[in-house]
């Protein structure tokens, strides 16, 4: 009898968090985004609670999946190093445009000068918080696919996450629900913002999905090919057509979408991915090459024609260099990248150093690169997308490795999910920022994570040996719990004010759009933006928002009772709250121009 689901709360905690992923825009906001890295870190400090208590231990795929763990570390502690304040020498040695804009704040009272490789370390600590959600839910899949069963588990899991979106997006489609997000258009969004970003999440759950059917093809083939094909025609008749029929959904969902590059990807990589399927695996069932010709066929075929992957070629052929800026944002983020070539400008800091290498011809306000290469490649430089393409490899290496060696049909088949899925994101990356989204990033980790157990997964129970002394496994236990536990206040922290500068922006414009509102209220919004500060010391933006608000207080039709005294008094304290946001963001143009109009105010 095999084990249930809900037999393991932690493992089940894990699959709602990868259906939950997607669902609250996918992720994108800093305050859905807290919620899962809450959510992971909580997930693993219950784990670490049990193993204190010797009710779990570390796998073996766990432990052998340590290269991994090592680039991925490699990669914290390089964005730790963005933000931790160095001698200026050291930093315009590394970086000299980063020591040149942190040099436009200095004041030489203030002592020797300490500044960070990051042009904006708040931001980079964001993202820092991010990536260490990743990494523990690559970590918490390692701990936790403990058998086959699981493998299967969470692959439908995600699968079910995947084929969500698709009825979501598609009834969103029929109803109309999508113009929130493209006025005056029909493009399937679901739950996402951006068509792209809900393409790819549907690829990589499709790939998960064509590795759950050739799992259960089942191992090798028997001597005889009618037999074989017999049995591939069961199969096709059997129950196991439901899954069938949800990739077909989920398909149609993606070729809806009318994504040029998403349904690119996805075919291109299930063309890649399949034939070397076939190539690596040793023993391979008739069922398995008819089961990949028949995805080519019916995908490509049969569903392209029914639901219009006609109008996804047409709109390939219709894209030229006149209607698409990514081409010249890609040529002015390589003219940044070479200003940043080592250590970049931090993680997170695109959207305010771009719009100083962006040429006229580029109209448009961009807050990512529609390049994640040049993006990882500009922010965090040389050695970070280096860090990152190591991950990505080692993944591919293990799960080619796993292809050619491993005849489990669960690890072939997840494996074929990771060698698809990462080739659909690479080709995809190229045009777009799916790994600056949190769902589709966290997806990936969970499938990338996937592939290491897969593996590394033994076939036997394993041995207890390698089981810790209580002494030392509670000693582990606890500094690990203690670190989780402050990473969890530093999110719930930068979440609140992130929450509290969202709605005091939704009072400014109000106040711009010309709403009455009270000076009551405007001073309870200014006691909350304080406290948002506080939360948050380094943002510049929760500094921004509070001399905005102080601005309304003092206009003409604002807090009437004020002295002349006072109302210089106010302008002192925007002017303290500018000097600091540029201290935090020296590339922040809003803080600039907000000082020369209080300047001008003044006087």
Same mark, same amino acid.
């Not at 965090?380 to 489990?408: A, C, D, E, P």
């Given at each position: 009898?095999?084990?249930?689901?809900?037999?393991?709360?932690?493992?089940?905690?894990?699959?709602?968090?990868?259906?939950?992923?997607?669902?609250?825009?996918?992720?994108?906001?800093?305050?859905?985004?807290?919620?899962?890295?809450?959510?992971?870190?909580?997930?693993?400090?219950?784990?670490?609670?049990?193993?204190?208590?010797?009710?779990?231990?570390?796998?073996?795929?766990?432990?052998?999946?340590?290269?991994?763990?090592?680039?991925?570390?490699?990669?914290?502690?390089?964005?730790?190093?963005?933000?931790?304040?160095?001698?200026?020498?050291?930093?315009?040695?590394?970086?000299?445009?980063?020591?040149?804009?942190?040099?436009?704040?200095?004041?030489?009272?203030?002592?020797?000068?300490?500044?960070?490789?990051?042009?904006?370390?708040?931001?980079?600590?964001?993202?820092?918080?991010?990536?260490?959600?990743?990494?523990?839910?690559?970590? &918490?899949? +390692? /701990? =936790? @696919? !403990? #058998?086959?069963? *699981?493998?299967?588990? $969470?692959?439908? %899991?995600?699968?079910?996450?995947?084929?969500?979106?698709?009825?979501?997006?598609?009834?969103?489609?029929?109803?109309?629900?999508?113009?929130?997000?493209?006025?005056?258009?029909?493009?399937?969004?679901?739950?996402?913002?951006?068509?792209?970003?809900?393409?790819?999440?549907?690829?990589?759950?499709?790939?998960?999905?064509?590795?759950?059917?050739?799992?259960?093809?089942?191992?090798?083939?028997?001597?005889?090919?009618?037999?074989?094909?017999?049995?591939?025609?069961?199969?096709?008749?059997?129950?196991?057509?439901?899954?069938?029929?949800?990739?077909?959904?989920?398909?149609?969902?993606?070729?809806?979408?009318?994504?040029?590059?998403?349904?690119?990807?996805?075919?291109?990589?299930?063309?890649?991915?399949?034939? &070397?399927? +076939? /190539? =690596? @695996? !040793? #023993?391979?069932? *008739?069922?398995?090459? $008819?089961?990949? %010709?028949?995805?080519?066929?019916?995908?490509?075929?049969?569903?392209?024609?029914?639901?219009?992957?006609?109008?996804?070629?047409?709109?390939?052929?219709?894209?030229?260099?006149?209607?698409?800026?990514?081409?010249?944002?890609?040529?002015?983020?390589?003219?940044?990248?070479?200003?940043?070539?080592?250590?970049?400008?931090?993680?997170?800091?695109?959207?305010?150093?771009?719009?100083?290498?962006?040429?006229?011809?580029?109209?448009?306000?961009?807050?990512?690169?529609?390049?994640?290469?040049?993006?990882?490649?500009?922010?965090?430089?040389?050695?970070?997308?280096?860090?990152?393409?190591?991950?990505?490899?080692?993944?591919?290496?293990?799960?080619?490795?796993?292809?050619?060696?491993?005849?489990?049909?669960?690890? &072939?088949?997840?494996?074929?999910?990771?060698?698809?899925?990462?080739?659909?994101?690479?080709?995809?990356?190229?045009?777009?920022?799916?790994?600056?989204?949190?769902?589709?990033?966290?997806?990936?980790?969970?499938?990338?994570?996937?592939?290491?157990?897969?593996?590394?997964?033994?076939?036997?129970?394993?041995?207890?040996?390698?089981?810790?002394?209580?002494?030392?496994?509670?000693?582990?236990?606890?500094?690990?719990?203690?670190?989780?536990?402050?990473?969890?206040?530093?999110?719930?922290?930068?979440?609140?004010?992130?929450?509290?500068?969202?709605?005091?922006?939704?009072?400014?414009?109000?106040?711009?759009?010309?709403?009455?509102?009270?000076?009551?209220?405007?001073?309870?919004?200014?006691?909350?933006?304080?406290?948002?500060?506080?939360?948050?010391?380094?943002?510049?933006?929760?500094?921004?928002?509070?001399?905005?608000?102080?601005?309304?207080?003092?206009?003409?039709?604002?807090?009437?009772?004020?002295?002349?005294?006072?109302?210089?008094?106010?302008?002192?304290?925007?002017?303290?709250?500018?000097?600091?946001?540029?201290?935090?963001?020296?590339?922040?143009?809003?803080?600039?121009?907000?000082?020369?109009?209080?300047?001008?105010?003044?006087?």
């Amino acid at each position: 009898m095999h084990p249930r689901p809900g037999e393991d709360k932690l493992l089940l905690g894990l699959m709602a968090l990868i259906v939950w992923l997607p669902i609250p825009l996918g992720s994108n906001r800093q305050f859905y985004w807290s919620i899962s890295e809450i959510w992971i870190a909580l997930l693993l400090l219950i784990w670490m609670f049990q193993y204190a208590r010797g009710r779990r231990r570390i796998p073996e795929a766990a432990r052998r999946a340590w290269p991994a763990l090592l680039v991925l570390g490699l990669w914290l502690a390089w964005l730790v190093l963005q933000i931790v304040p160095l001698p200026v020498g050291l930093v315009e040695w590394l970086s000299p445009k980063a020591a040149w804009l942190h040099r436009l704040t200095f004041h030489p009272g203030d002592g020797p000068l300490r500044v960070t490789l990051s042009v904006e370390p708040y931001s980079t600590l964001v993202g820092l918080h991010k990536s260490i959600a990743y990494v523990l839910l690559f970590l &918490l899949v +390692l /701990l =936790l @696919v !403990r #058998r086959f069963t *699981h493998l299967r588990w $969470v692959a439908m %899991a995600v699968v079910a996450s995947g084929l969500l979106q698709a009825v979501l997006g598609i009834l969103g489609y029929l109803a109309g629900w999508d113009t929130m997000y493209w006025p005056g258009g029909r493009e399937l969004t679901a739950s996402f913002a951006n068509r792209n970003h809900l393409a790819n999440y549907l690829t990589l759950s499709l790939a998960v999905g064509i590795g759950l059917l050739l799992a259960q093809m089942g191992e090798g083939g028997g001597r005889d090919a009618k037999e074989n094909l017999r049995r591939a025609l069961d199969w096709i008749m059997s129950g196991r057509m439901r899954l069938r029929i949800y990739l077909l959904l989920m398909t149609a969902a993606l070729i809806m979408t009318r994504s040029r590059m998403g349904n690119t990807a996805f075919f291109v990589s299930l063309l890649i991915a399949g034939p &070397l399927t +076939l /190539l =690596l @695996v !040793r #023993r391979k069932s *008739h069922g398995m090459v $008819v089961l990949l %010709a028949s995805l080519v066929v019916i995908d490509v075929m049969i569903m392209g024609s029914l639901i219009g992957i006609d109008r996804v070629v047409e709109r390939l052929e219709k894209t030229s260099l006149e209607s698409e800026n990514r081409d010249e944002v890609a040529r002015d983020t390589l003219v940044y990248w070479r200003e940043h070539p080592v250590t970049g400008s931090g993680l997170g800091t695109f959207r305010t150093t771009y719009p100083r290498y962006k040429r006229g011809d580029v109209r448009a306000a961009y807050r990512q690169t529609h390049n994640d290469y040049l993006q990882f490649a500009a922010e965090t430089g040389t050695v970070g997308l280096g860090l990152i393409g190591s991950f990505v490899l080692l993944t591919l290496l293990v799960t080619l490795r796993t292809l050619r060696r491993r005849r489990m049909p669960w690890s &072939l088949g997840i494996a074929f999910a990771v060698l698809m899925g990462s080739v659909a994101l690479m080709i995809h990356s190229t045009v777009e920022f799916n790994l600056q989204i949190f769902a589709n990033a966290a997806l990936y980790m969970v499938i990338a994570g996937l592939g290491w157990v897969a593996a590394h997964l033994p076939v036997a129970r394993e041995s207890r040996r390698r089981r810790h002394r209580g002494r030392r496994r509670r000693v582990v236990a606890v500094l690990s719990a203690l670190a989780i536990l402050l990473y969890q206040g530093w999110v719930a922290a930068a979440a609140t004010a992130s929450l509290i500068s969202g709605s005091n922006r939704l009072l400014l414009k109000q106040l711009a759009g010309g709403g009455e509102v009270s000076q009551a209220r405007l001073q309870r919004a200014m006691r909350r933006q304080l406290t948002a500060i506080r939360l948050a010391p380094g943002s510049a933006d929760a500094k921004l928002v509070l001399s905005r608000l102080l601005d309304w207080r003092i206009r003409p039709g604002g807090d009437t009772t004020l002295s002349g005294r006072e109302r210089e008094a106010v302008y002192q304290q925007m002017l303290y709250l500018l000097l600091g946001a540029t201290v935090d963001s020296p590339g922040l143009a809003q803080a600039w121009e907000a000082i020369a109009y209080v300047r001008h105010a003044e006087g």
